[in-house]
């Protein structure tokens, strides 16, 4: 059975700091990963997909890898804003399984 | 284009009552999946439909169940609803060949 964990569970802070967010699997035979934002009480909003044969995968200020031998991916995201707060999740594919997330907040 | 939209948004039932959830996904979005979020157990899989088939199944007891139309409109049941039900229910669309899933808003759920 496919576990995701994810660490730091929470994270806070200053503004214009870069932020490491981890990811690891237990099992490395994923079709691909995906890297999701939710506010509280909301949906869903993908951030990033990496298929099984990529390395990483970028847009705009967020950048993340995966590293399937190892079963981890990182995401940063670079200099951080207050409307970076949120929780973070990653999943991974065949049926997809979600880590717990981690919730960032960014100081003013 | 429209996103996923889940009816209704909010939601309160008495214990042993059944539920229905709806799901129209993206236009073009063939497979839709239904997610259970609690702060306990996070985000667990329910179930995935394409093409009016359930595709994948986790693993939750009978009561829960779903069917998808022919117009990829999915719908999730709940029977027998009990207190631990109480949740945010996720659904999430997908078009063929691509795997990355977009999100609706959620069905919160609470079992009184």
């Known amino acids: 059975k496919q576990e995701v964990t994810q660490i730091p569970a929470a994270l806070s802070v200053p503004e214009g700091e870069n932020l490491v967010l981890n990811c690891s699997f237990t099992?490395?035979?994923?079709?691909?990963l995906q890297w999701f934002r939710q506010d509280p009480g909301k949906g869903l909003t993908s951030l990033l997909l990496?298929?099984?044969?990529?390395r990483e995968q970028t847009s705009g200020r967020l950048n993340a890898s995966l590293d399937k031998s190892s079963g981890r991916s990182t995401l940063y995201i670079a200099a951080s804003q207050p409307g970076d707060s949120a929780t973070y999740l990653c999943?991974?594919?065949?049926?997809?399984?979600f880590g717990a997330g981690t919730t960032v907040t960014v100081r003013a | 284009k429209a996103g996923v939209t889940q009816t209704p948004r909010y939601l309160i039932k008495t214990r042993g009552q059944q539920v229905t959830l709806s799901c129209s996904p993206i236009?073009?979005?063939?497979?839709v999946s239904w997610y259970q979020q609690t702060p306990g157990q996070g985000l667990q899989f329910l179930f995935e439909?394409?093409?009016?088939?359930?595709?994948n199944k986790g693993n939750f007891p009978g009561r829960f169940s779903g069917r998808q139309f022919s117009n990829s409109r999915s719908e999730m049941n709940v029977s027998t609803l009990e207190l631990g039900d109480s949740a945010l229910y996720l659904c999430?669309?997908?078009?063929?060949?691509?795997?990355?899933?977009?999100f609706g808003p959620g069905t919160r759920l609470t079992v009184t």
């Open positions: 999943a991974v594919r065949l049926k997809l399984s």
């Open positions: 099992d490395s035979a994923i079709y691909n």
């Open positions: 990496i298929q099984s044969s990529q």
């Open positions: 236009s073009g979005h063939r497979s």
């Open positions: 439909y394409f093409s009016e088939t359930q595709r």
């Open positions: 999430a669309s997908q078009q063929p060949g691509n795997y990355e899933q977009y």
